[in-house]
Every structure is written in C-alpha cells, then in structure tokens.
C-alpha cells in the first residue's frame, strides 16, 4: 500500500474531441501493461478537444514510457505528468446507505456534516450522498459508512487541474499534424 | 471543382505521387475501382489472389523503394486479411496506406453484410487510422494518412471510407506535391554529451538497425565509422545498410548472427546504436548486453530511449543528420589496438562457420544465387531458417535490398513482398522460402504470372517447420510435435500449373545448371531445392543468453 501510494501519479492530457480516442488511449495502456486506477474526461471550453485526466501507477520507467507513448497518439495533443504538490484535485462521489432505524441516521448525518458532504436523496430505508474531494478524503469517508451497508456507490475518478499559471493548454506546441 | 468522394481519392493519391497501388475489388470499394478504371493511365493496378498478398506487396514496393505503398480492399473479410500484413508493416516500420471500403453510414453498427469495424480491429498495429464520415474531411484525411506514414518512424496508416461517402461529391481543391519534411533538429546540448562520450571511449561499436535504411544513411554510417574506426554490427533489419564486403562491418549480431559481431560488442566500452530498438532477438540478455558498456542511441522515435536497453546519451532525431552533425565535431579515430583486437575476433575458428559442404546445403545454394545476381537485386524472404541463412550467408550490396519480415515475422510474406519489390525496382526479384512458409502463400505466384514478373522463387525444402523443428531438437528432446510436414507436393509441377517455370534441384553438382537456367526464364521461375530436414541455423544463442552461451556446433 505504502509503495502503491508513492508509485501513483497523475496524467492530464488535451486529446481530440472525436470518436475512439478514449478507446485509443486505454487500448494503448491495455497493450503495453500500464493498468489505469482513474479516469475521467469530459470535453473544454474549446468542443474540437476533450480533456482526460488518468491516475496510474507505475516506476519510473513506467512513467516515463507511458508519457512517451501517448504522446505518439495522432490524438493526443499534450500530455503532462502533473506535480501532485502543484495541483488542485478533486474527485466526486455518490453513495448510497440503507438506513432502517434513527441511531445510525443521526450518525450519519453527523458524518455527512463533518464530511461537509450533502444529502441529496432520502427515503425511508436509504439515504444518497454526495461528496467532492481528493481522493483519500473520499475513501476515508466510504470507510466510515461501510459498517452501516452501503447499497452502492459511484466515483467519478479524479480529475486535476495545476495551479495558478499552470495552464494545460499553453503548453500544448505540438505542431498542427 | 465538385468531384466524388472515390475521385477524390484517385486525385490525391497522383498528388501524392502513387503510380501503384496493389488491391482486390469488392462491393464497398467499387465506386473507388471505378475511378481507377477511368485513371488507369495514371495508376496502375496490379490484383493479387489474396488482399493479404495485397497488403504485403504494398509493404515490399515501400522497403524496396522507400515510397510509400498503397494497398485497396473490400468492407468485411477483404479488411480483416489486410490484419497481418498491415501488423508486419507496422512492427517493421513500413509506410503503408491502406484504403478500406466499409458499408454505407446509415446501415455502420448493424451488423450489415460485410460490415467489420476495421478501425476497431486495426487500431493496435496501424500508427493511426481513420474512419470518414464525411466527404468534405475526406482531402484532408487521405493527405494527413500519407504524411503520418512517412514522417518520423513510419509506419501503416488505414482510411476507412463508406460507401456513401464515395459516392458524396464535395468541392475538391488540387494542391502540391508534398515537399519533404524536415525532421525535428537534434538537441545540441544531448549532442555534445554524445560527442563527449564517443570521445571518451576506447572501444565503440557500431550496433545500427533498419532505421538506417529507411533514413538512407548508408553512406553517412560508413563514413563515421570509418571516422573513428569502429567496428559495425547490425540487427536483421539493419542488413543491406552496409555492404557485406565492407571491411568494419562484422555482420549481424544477436540469436542468429556472426559470432565476431556479438563477440566483439561484448568486448566492447561503448555501443553507438543507430537506428534500432533493441529486439530481444538482437540483444539476447538484456542486462548482460549493456553491462560494462555505455550505450548511445541514435533514433527518431523518442519512445523508443530507455524502453529494452537503459542508455546513457541519447540523440532524437533523423539518424542522417544525426550522424552528419556528428561527422562535423572533432570526434576522433580510436586507437589501433581495438582494431587488432577486432581482426584477432575475426581470425577465431568460430568465425569462420560453414555448412556442411559434402552436400546440397543452404549455404551453397545461397551463394551461388549471390553469383547471378546484382548489388541493386532485392532478396526478399518469408520467415524461418531460410530466412536466418538468407541474413547469414548472402552479401548485400546495396540498401533497400533485403525484405524480410523482421519483428512480427511473419510466414508467408515473401511472396507478396516479393512481387510489390519486383514491381516497384522493375528489376529481377529473389525470393528465398521455404515448404512451410510457400504453403501460406503460394497462390501469390499467380500473381506474378499473371504480370509476368521476373521473380526467381529458390525454395529450400526439408520437409519440415526447420526452425520450430530446431528448437526441438535443442530443447524439446527431439519431440518433433507436428512440424514434420511430409507434404506431396511437386513443387517444380505446381508452378508450372501456375503458368510459372518449374526446376528441382536435388544434386550438389546441379547447382550451377540449374540456377543458370532459373536465371535465364522470362518471368517467373520456382526452383524446388531439397535439402536435409536437420539442417541447423548456426551459430545460435539461445533466447535470454549471452556470447558466453553461443552455440556452434550441432
């Protein structure tokens, strides 16, 4: 776990907004044995290019090869290994726990409020909650429901984005074709 | 000019300067074979038996003359038996463009007749491909498929065009012929280290691979060698870069090569590898190979620094103007002790393997075939034994000579290979096979009879898998599971049926004869040489093994 953590590293890449990237991309990592722990995409502000943010692990000459390899990706425009310690990150979670008697619902909501996470669905016998944050405040909080029976739950993988004049897409030089 | 999405195609490829294009009809592509019938001044077609012969073709027409090749084929099955050939011309970076037909775009995703997602299937082993939905996308595609499988380390690239979008018209504007790209400059801070390092090294070798030929740096690799006096070693894809006769030049190195070449780089302090990627059939054990040496590597494609062999310097970039700017620093000529200790490798017994010359062998056939042909003839190979022997015992001349299925190895190439070489030199083409590897794709000869190419065929028959049966024996305690093929075939008879000359050559004395003749037919010719199923491929170093561990003997 201890050399999990230290081997994880993070991957923001600027790809073309067109069918089959996401499936060039995790075909590339398939076939070269890189395994994928997250990932999430969605397209920017500009609608030709989506932006994927990948958490792996891997040494460094793993890292090193799978930057090397995306970047060969006709797709891909750029791709950066981000600095965890100069990165904003944040990852969203939906959990739902079944709840059948008082006690365990006052605890909870207690925990949702420390949390600072929110209720968004409540019913007799369940309640839904949504939380955002990085991801080890995420699984803290999934280790705190679990004793109560949580009935299911979806993360979003994280997404990342540098800080302040750290722009993606200023860097993206990659010559036109 | 409003023309179709199929005219569309046929203008670019004259654009592009494609004359040749190897193919097979089917129903998606018919609008696009339409306008190849109405542009048959300009291109001309030549249709296999097979769309995999195709697709080899178009691979042996671009090794052979470093253009790039084209290749056509139906939607559905015609597609996926482009799958192997395209795979061989990715792993050996060949620019290929392959156009597939698919159905029109309504009926995609339905399961239609002779619908395959092919982008799906191809997306592995192609440098990129696409699918065009759209007519108006369709120019820019087809022109951005060529430059992507010609620029940096090229390699096949698919267009996927439907139906509809063939017969769409759009606005077509004529451009210019492609001028050559320049490749991205060399660092000049990576080049001084390097230089530094070359400096620095009292034993360099010289370890270059197929980058060489496809960059045309034959003559720049000689000269820096001879520079600073290093001794050369290649992998198999390296062969023909240097002429065999060239005095530094050891030969190949690595699980079949010359016992000098792997003897003398592991004697070395420095490997400068240009234009290679480290196979491990080139290097056997990866660590013992740089161990005790540092490594400098010369290669356009920067994935591939530090992916098999940790490297210390590295240049990436076009290994021509890498080893001119190299010739342009004040690197020297290393001292004439490594030089003796080189000629002292060179002398050694084991140096100097041969056959067994008592009878009918690889070796003497090979050479003999070396006797009637030119420095410019193409040698084309499938894969197996004979195709080590080819590597081992024939003397390249010229670059672009040897066409071989180097990293995929694929059985059965030759024959397609074969004739896309004889029809992109218009030269006299051999063809070394085997029984195993002919059988694959024999119906190619077809082929070459139909368009009477001056193919010579020397199928070297031991009535086995040779190189699977090798193994075998080495490893396996002579279990020979299912690689004794004891096939009927009259091989001198079946190319006859063909349309094709047939010989065989069974005697050790008949050799001259009968290459004389086979050397003299217009058009194709098979020449049957039986040969003895234990025949080995020596020397050999096992896989994962060192020069420590080579075998030469049987």
């Given at each position: 776990?201890?050399?999990?953590?230290?081997?994880?590293?993070?991957?923001?890449?600027?790809?073309?907004?067109?069918?089959?990237?996401?499936?060039?991309?995790?075909?590339?990592?398939?076939?070269?044995?890189?395994?994928?722990?997250?990932?999430?995409?969605?397209?920017?502000?500009?609608?030709?290019?989506?932006?994927?943010?990948?958490?792996?692990?891997?040494?460094?000459?793993?890292?090193?090869?799978?930057?090397?390899?995306?970047?060969?990706?006709?797709?891909?425009?750029?791709?950066?290994?981000?600095?965890?310690?100069?990165?904003?990150?944040?990852?969203?979670?939906?959990?739902?726990?079944?709840?059948?008697?008082?006690?365990?619902?006052?605890?909870?909501?207690?925990?949702?409020?420390?949390?600072?996470?929110?209720?968004?669905?409540?019913?007799?016998?369940?309640?839904?909650?949504?939380?955002?944050?990085?991801?080890?405040?995420?699984?803290?909080?999934?280790?705190?429901?679990?004793?109560?029976?949580?009935?299911?739950?979806?993360?979003?993988?994280?997404?990342?984005?540098?800080?302040?004049?750290?722009?993606?897409?200023?860097?993206?030089?990659?010559?036109?074709? | 000019?409003?023309?179709?999405?199929?005219?569309?195609?046929?203008?670019?490829?004259?654009?592009?300067?494609?004359?040749?294009?190897?193919?097979?009809?089917?129903?998606?592509?018919?609008?696009?074979?339409?306008?190849?019938?109405?542009?048959?001044?300009?291109?001309?077609?030549?249709?296999?038996?097979?769309?995999?012969?195709?697709?080899?073709?178009?691979?042996?027409?671009?090794?052979?003359?470093?253009?790039?090749?084209?290749?056509?084929?139906?939607?559905?099955?015609?597609?996926?038996?482009?799958?192997?050939?395209?795979?061989?011309?990715?792993?050996?970076?060949?620019?290929?463009?392959?156009?597939?037909?698919?159905?029109?775009?309504?009926?995609?995703?339905?399961?239609?007749?002779?619908?395959?997602?092919?982008?799906?299937?191809?997306?592995?082993?192609?440098?990129?491909?696409?699918?065009?939905?759209?007519?108006?996308?369709?120019?820019?595609?087809?022109?951005?498929?060529?430059?992507?499988?010609?620029?940096?380390?090229?390699?096949?690239?698919?267009?996927?065009?439907?139906?509809?979008?063939?017969?769409?018209?759009?606005?077509?504007?004529?451009?210019?012929?492609?001028?050559?790209?320049?490749?991205?400059?060399?660092?000049?801070?990576?080049?001084?280290?390097?230089?530094?390092?070359?400096?620095?090294a009292k034993k360099p070798f010289i370890y270059f691979g197929g980058g060489v030929v496809i960059s045309d740096a034959s003559k720049e690799l000689i000269r820096f060698a001879e520079k600073i006096g290093a001794p050369m070693g290649s992998s198999m894809m390296g062969l023909s870069a240097v002429p065999n006769k060239h005095p530094l030049f050891?030969?190949?190195?690595?699980?079949?090569?010359?016992?000098?070449?792997?003897?003398?780089?592991?004697?070395?302090?420095?490997?400068?590898?240009?234009?290679?990627?480290?196979?491990?059939?080139?290097?056997?054990?990866?660590?013992?190979?740089?161990?005790?040496?540092?490594?400098?590597?010369?290669?356009?494609?920067?994935?591939?620094?530090?992916?098999?062999?940790?490297?210390?310097?590295?240049?990436?970039?076009?290994?021509?103007?890498?080893?001119?700017?190299?010739?342009?620093?004040?690197?020297?000529?290393?001292?004439?002790?490594?030089?003796?200790?080189?000629?002292?490798?060179?002398?050694?017994?084991?140096?100097?393997?041969?056959?067994?010359?008592?009878?009918?062998?690889?070796?003497?056939?090979?050479?003999?075939?070396?006797?009637?042909?030119?420095?410019?003839?193409?040698?084309?190979?499938?894969?197996?034994?004979?195709?080590?022997?080819?590597?081992?015992?024939?003397?390249?001349?010229?670059?672009?000579?040897?066409?071989?299925?180097?990293?995929?190895?694929?059985?059965?190439?030759?024959?397609?290979?074969?004739?896309?070489?004889?029809?992109?030199?218009?030269?006299?083409?051999?063809?070394?096979?085997?029984?195993?590897?002919?059988?694959?794709?024999?119906?190619?000869?077809?082929?070459?009879?139909?368009?009477?190419?001056?193919?010579?065929?020397?199928?070297?028959?031991?009535?086995?898998?040779?190189?699977v049966r090798q193994w075998q024996t080495m490893f396996f305690d002579n279990r020979y599971s299912h690689t004794t093929l004891s096939r009927q075939t009259n091989y001198a008879k079946l190319a006859e049926a063909f349309g094709a000359a047939g010989l065989c050559l069974t005697d050790k004395k008949d050799i001259d004869a009968i290459l004389d003749?086979?050397?003299?037919?217009?058009?194709?010719?098979?020449?049957?040489?039986?040969?003895?199923?234990?025949?080995?491929?020596?020397?050999?170093?096992?896989?994962?093994?060192?020069?420590?561990?080579?075998?030469?003997?049987?």
């Open positions: 776990m201890e050399k999990e953590k230290k081997d994880r590293f993070l991957l923001s890449m600027l790809v073309n907004n067109e069918a089959g990237v996401l499936t060039r991309i995790s075909g590339l990592f398939a076939r070269r044995g890189f395994n994928i722990a997250s990932l999430s995409v969605g397209e920017t502000e500009n609608p030709d290019i989506s932006r994927m943010t990948i958490m792996a692990t891997g040494d460094d000459y793993f890292k090193e090869q799978v930057v090397l390899q995306l970047e060969k990706l006709q797709d891909v425009r750029i791709v950066e290994l981000m600095d965890m310690d100069d990165t904003v990150m944040r990852e969203l979670l939906l959990v739902k726990v079944r709840v059948d008697d008082q006690t365990s619902r006052s605890q909870i909501l207690e925990a949702v409020s420390i949390f600072r996470a929110k209720v968004i669905d409540l019913t007799p016998v369940s309640l839904t909650v949504e939380i955002t944050g990085e991801t080890v405040k995420l699984s803290a909080f999934i280790e705190y429901l679990a004793p109560y029976g949580i009935s299911e739950l979806c993360r979003t993988g994280v997404t990342a984005i540098g800080r302040g004049n750290n722009i993606l897409s200023k860097k993206y030089n990659k010559e036109e074709n | 000019m409003k023309l179709t999405g199929a005219q569309i195609v046929i203008e670019i490829l004259c654009e592009q300067g494609v004359d040749t294009v190897f193919g097979y009809p089917g129903g998606t592509v018919l609008n696009i074979y339409d306008e190849l019938y109405k542009s048959s001044g300009r291109i001309k077609h030549y249709i296999t038996c097979h769309e995999q012969g195709a697709a080899h073709a178009a691979d042996g027409y671009a090794r052979s003359t470093g253009k790039t090749g084209v290749v056509f084929a139906t939607s559905g099955p015609g597609a996926t038996n482009l799958v192997t050939g395209l795979a061989t011309a990715y792993l050996d970076s060949t620019p290929v463009v392959a156009i597939t037909g698919n159905v029109a775009c309504p009926p995609i995703g339905r399961d239609s007749f002779q619908e395959v997602d092919i982008c799906g299937v191809t997306m592995p082993i192609t440098k990129h491909n696409y699918i065009v939905k759209d007519v108006t996308r369709l120019a820019h595609v087809v022109r951005e498929a060529f430059r992507i499988a010609r620029r940096g380390r090229p390699g096949p690239v698919l267009i996927d065009i439907p139906k509809d979008v063939q017969v769409a018209e759009c606005e077509f504007e004529p451009a210019a012929a492609p001028v050559a790209k320049e490749e991205k400059e060399v660092d000049s801070t990576s080049l001084k280290k390097a230089v530094k390092l070359i400096k620095d050891l030969g190949m190195t690595g699980m079949h090569g010359r016992f000098a070449a792997s003897k003398v780089l592991s004697e070395s302090d420095l490997i400068i590898a240009v234009g290679t990627r480290f196979s491990d059939r080139a290097t056997g054990n990866k660590l013992q190979f740089s161990k005790n040496r540092r490594v400098l590597h010369i290669d356009i494609d920067p994935a591939e620094i530090g992916k098999n062999i940790p490297v210390y310097v590295s240049l990436v970039g076009d290994v021509k103007q890498a080893l001119n700017l190299l010739l342009a620093s004040d690197i020297k000529h290393t001292a004439q002790s490594w030089h003796d200790e080189g000629e002292a490798i060179k002398n050694m017994p084991d140096s100097h393997l041969t056959m067994d010359m008592s009878r009918l062998n690889p070796q003497a056939v090979i050479e003999a075939v070396r006797k009637r042909t030119a420095d410019d003839t193409v040698v084309a190979t499938d894969v197996g034994q004979h195709q080590m022997w080819a590597a081992q015992y024939y003397h390249f001349g010229n670059p672009r000579t040897f066409v071989t299925s180097g990293g995929l190895g694929t059985m059965g190439f030759g024959m397609g290979a074969a004739i896309g070489a004889c029809v992109g030199t218009g030269k006299r083409t051999v063809l070394f096979t085997s029984d195993g590897s002919f059988h694959m794709n024999m119906n190619e000869l077809a082929t070459a009879v139909t368009n009477n190419l001056p193919l010579v065929v020397i199928l070297l028959d031991n009535n086995a898998l040779g190189m003749k086979a050397f003299e037919v217009d058009g194709p010719v098979l020449v049957h040489v039986k040969i003895d199923s234990d025949e080995m491929v020596l020397p050999m170093i096992p896989p994962g093994g060192t020069i420590n561990d080579i075998i030469t003997k049987n």
